[in-house]
């Protein structure tokens, strides 16, 4: 079936350097890639998606990028702070999700 | 401000019994999904619906079913609950016609234990 794999499965980085987490996707028909923080113990919220007809996409500090020809997307952050701790997700067509990324933002 | 409730945070059930999940959204949002969250695993989509009385298989649906008899209200049914359905089960609605591609609103959970 359809699949999203993202990586890595950890990342640790510290306050104010950048994050960078990637994901490739296998369907064709996808057009909608959101990105999804969760915090410890709360339900997932969409940080940032772009679509398909978009290349680059930013918002503030958070920013994501993609290419269709290689199906692959990625989520940029910068000037990390310790509340970006969390797991963040990635997902195609909306539905197919990542596996999950566990941001560790050291102070 | 978007709201999709779920009616129990924690579940404790024993094996073979039948169990209930219950979400509801008040955004009038035509689609509303059903996944289950396993460590390692990301969010795994396990049934979703379009409409009112309509339902579509996920990717995971073996072991569950689903009701929506109200636009707002969308039910997870585990006919005969076992030990590997213990998760935590996470609803979503969005807004868009079938098919559409778009933000899902999730509610928070409800992590269920099968004994």
Redesign the interface.
């Known amino acids: ?1 359809e699949n ?1 794999e ?1 990586h890595p ?1 950890t990342l640790s980085v510290q306050e104010g350097d950048s994050a960078v987490i990637k994901c490739t996707y296998s369907d064709s028909a ?3 890639f ?1 990105w ?1 923080k969760q915090e410890l113990g ?5 940080i940032i ?1 772009i679509r398909s007809n978009v290349g680059e996409k930013k918002d503030q500090r958070i920013a994501v990028t993609l290419n269709k020809t290689a199906k692959h997307f990625s989520l940029h952050i910068t000037e990390t702070q310790p509340e970006d701790s969390a797991v963040y ?1 990635c ?1 195609a ?8 990324t566990r941001l560790f933002v050291k102070a | 401000d978007v709201k999709v409730t779920q009616s129990s945070r924690y579940l404790v059930k024993r094996t073979g019994e039948k169990v209930f999940l219950e979400c509801v959204q008040d955004m009038d949002h035509e689609n509303m999904f059903w996944y289950r969250q396993d460590p390692g695993l990301g969010l795994r989509l396990i049934y979703f619906s379009y409409d009112v009385k309509m339902k579509e298989k996920g990717d995971i649906p073996e072991g569950y079913s689903v009701s929506r008899e109200k636009k707002e209200r969308f039910s997870l049914i585990l006919e005969s609950a076992s030990t590997n359905q213990t998760s935590m089960y996470l609803c979503a609605s969005s807004w868009g016609l079938a098919g559409a591609q778009e933000t899902q609103y999730f509610g928070p959970g409800t992590r269920l234990l099968v004994l």
């Open positions: 079936g999203v993202q499965s996808s057009n909608y959101p999804y709360k339900r997932p919220q969409l998606d997700f997902a067509r909306g539905t197919i999700f990542g596996a999950g």
